[in-house]
Each structure stands twice: as structure tokens, then as C-alpha cells.
């Protein structure tokens, strides 16, 4: 099929700019902030970056998705633009101006009270980073995945450089120094300059995308705005029980972990956390071109068909990478810190959950094409009362496996619920039932994987190797997974 091909080049596209700065993200910061950080200290970082999930969409409230919706019509794509920039750019600055006015109640709500800089500067990266979302949806909707993968990964890259300058150059020079240098900067401020670092990769960011922002005509259509929010509204009330299912267990982890100190605990997993992640990494790739590739064939003959296709293979393709990050985790484990690698436990937990998003984020397109967005609010709420209730009643017996687990009887929660509710309203024939033996597979191999005792590092690469291309023949097998990629028609 043809256009699951162009999607799939779309995606490998948008990769770059979304799982290349992410590895880079990982495989240096990461690999740095486990090495030099202990598990409290790396805490911090991880409790508050789980806190921007929750303010980049109170900030962005579901303006990215209703930009797609409403510069469908040419003739009102530039108004539609430019609203929606002027709308996040008054609501982003309002945000920090409140942050900075309130410093003082904000960072002892959030336990912060002696380190207030540090949710100051917090609040400027939220507040560009969403700024900045709509400029990066218009280049997905041009369809420039080169300058947009570009740019992201020129932000990583700005961060990567200025965590290293001001964490192993800059503490040298203090040594050697007697000027201005020894009075601005000081080496015990330790994680503070991760916020720093990433300030500073965000405003590089926000000038790299001048030139999409300056050059139209500002036009504020108070019209076409109060559409834009009351379709995109509901989507923002989604994405925060969406976030409460992704982010809320490292917020509650810390506040009642029974043993040890929370900050620990909650740096401890969130240093596993962080290998698994790297699964929704390839979600997020996906999202990127799927989400305007849905849309514009909205009103194609064979659009349901296209989204079953899409559906099969994506779910195929996703358990491949799956198996890719939890048979080589010996190769993975390596980027976080010997320390926190007891950790790892959670991956394959973790990266199945995500995995069982990405489902769910397929199959939703069905409330968003009917101006059906309501729906998103009831299924992602259940999603994150099942998360809420695990985390508050396992967390203080299992730690956070608790939390881990939650993530896969959230989302799969979720799934449930939209297949029902979408019979009555979008329906298409997905045959999920098609499916389950490849999770079937998969769960058997990873499950060996871990029981079987390797006689070393090269055969347990050799042997599981060879697994993942067992799953693969499988697939092509049954469905003809590489079929689709690599010849020019599909039958």
C-alpha cells in the first residue's frame, strides 16, 4: 500500500529530529548526569521534568492538534497560524510572570524552597518550549521534516554543549581563575546547571525558528480562535490525564516511597525509566507524521482501510523495536550509571506500556476527526484513575514496580474503553485479534531472554539476535511485513 510506504518515509524523516536528539539526549546526558549525580540528586531532575509533561499541555492546551484541524481551508491558514502563535506566546509569557510574581509559594508547594532559581528557570524553558510547539507544528504541516528534525536536534546538541562547558570545563577554570569567572560561577551548584544547560538549548531553539514566527502578518481572528479552543480545549483536559498516566508516578514515588529517601527511590527509576522511554520515542516519531497524514486522508475513499493497515504494521513494527531494546539491554544498561542499574527491571514493564499507547494513540483518531474530542476526556481519565489508584495503594508495598505496572493496566485500560465507545460512533475493522499471537511471541522471547543463562556477552547478542529475526520471518510470514516496505505495490 502506498501510502502506509509514504508514511513510513514521513517517519523515518521526522526520526531524525525526534529519536537523534533524544539518543543524543540519553546516551550523553544521561550517561553524564547517572555518573555525576547521586540517585537524590538525579531525583530532582527527573521529578521536575515530569512535572513540565503536565505544564507543557496546560500551556500548549491542545493548540498543536488545532492548528491541524483548522488550516485544513488554504484561505484561512495564515490566521489560523498566526492566532494561534500570538494566543500561546500571551498565555506562555502570563505563565512565567505568574511564576516569578508567586516564586516564594510555588517552590515550597513543589519542596523546592531553598532552590526557587531552580523553578524559575523551569518555568522559562516551559514557557519557550511551548511557545514553540506551534511554529514546529507548521513545518509538519509544509512538510518540512528536514528543517524541523534539524532544529530539533540542534537543540540537544546546544544543551549537550552547555551541560558539558558549565558541569567539566567551567569548574576547572573557577580553579585556575581570580577574575569575574570565580564570582558568577559557582561549582557547588551542581544540578541547577541542568536547568541552566537546557535554558539555554531552548532560547538557541526559539531563534532558529524567528525566521517561521516574524515573517507573518500578526492577525489575531478572535473567531476563529474561540473554534480553535473550543475543539482543542478537550484535548488539553485529555492530555492531562494522558500525563497523569506518563508522569504522575515519579510525582507520587517520591512523596510515598516507604523505603529509603524518596528523591533516591524516584532517581533510581528514573534512571530505568529512561531506557524505556526510549520506546515512546519511536511512538512520538510515528505521532509526528501520522497525525497530519490522518487527517488530510480523512475524506479519501478507503480511509478506514488505510488506518487498519496503518494499525497492523505499526503494531508490528513496534514490538520489533521492543524486542530490539529488551533482548540488547546489557548494551543499553550501559547508559545509566552502575549505580542505578538495578533499575532496568522496569524496562520491559515500562516499554510495553508504552507500546500499548501507541495503540491507543492510533486508534483515537477516531474522536478527533469528528469534532468528537469529548470522548478523549473520558477515556484518558479512566487511563489515570487506574494509574492514580495503583501508584497510592502498591507504591508503599512495591516501590516502584508499582508504578511500572501501572503503566500497562492504564493504557491498556484505555484501549478497551475506545474500542467500545468508537463501535458506536467511527468504527473500523482493525482484527486486533490478528494481532495477539505476535504479542504472544514476543512476551515468550523476552521471557526466555531473561531466565535463560547465557554463557556470555557475545552469545547472548548471537542468540538473541537471531530471536528478533525469528519474529520478524514470523511476521513476514503471516502478514508480509517487509512486503509492504520494499516492493512498489502490496496485495
Known sequence: MNEVRVLAKQTLVYGFGTIVPRFLNYG?????????????????????YAWMVFLLIILTYGMETGFFRFSQNKENYEKVYSTALISLF????????????????????????????????FAAIVAIDAFAAIPFARLRKDNKPVIFSLIKILNVIFTIIAVVFLLFIAPDIYQRSNGWFSKVYDPEYGVGYVFLANLIGSSATLILLLPYIIKIKPVFRRDIWIKMVSYSFP????????????????IILRRMAANGDGLEVLGEYGAG????????????????????????????????????????????????????????????SLIIGELFRSSVIVVPIVSMGYLLYGIYMNHS????????????IYITFTGAAVTILINVIFIPAYGYMASAWAHIASYGSMIILSFILAEKHFKIEYRMKELIPYFILAGMIVIFSRIFKYPGLIAEIAINTVLIVLFIIFAQYRDHFLTVFFKKSYK
Open 28 to 48: 550523553i546526558l544521561t550517561f553524564l548526569y547517572t555518573r555525576i549525580f547521586d540517585k537524590g540528586e538525579y531525583g530532582i531532575v527527573t521529578e521536575l
Open 90 to 121: 500571551t498565555s506562555s509569557l502570563l505563565f512565567v510572570i505568574l511564576v516569578f510574581v508567586f516564586i516564594k509559594p510555588v517552590s515550597t508547594l513543589l519542596k523546592y524552597s531553598e532552590n526557587p532559581e531552580y523553578i524559575k528557570m
Open 365 to 376: 483518531i477516531w474522536y478527533k476527526l469528528n469534532d468528537l474530542t469529548k470522548y478523549g
Open 235 to 250: 484535548l488539553m483536559i485529555a492530555g492531562l490525564g494522558g500525563a497523569v498516566n506518563e508522569a504522575l508516578d515519579k
Open 273 to 332: 525509566y529512561k531506557i524505556a522511554v526510549l520506546m515512546s520515542l519511536f511512538i512520538q516519531m510515528f505521532r509526528f507524521a501520522a497525525e497530519p497524514f490522518f487527517f488530510e486522508r480523512a475524506k479519501s475513499t478507503g480511509a478506514k482501510e488505510t488506518y487498519a493497515f496503518v494499525m497492523k504494521f505499526f503494531v508490528i513494527s513496534m514490538i520489533v523495536v521492543y524486542l530490539v531494546i529488551n533482548l540488547y539491554i546489557a548494551g543499553f
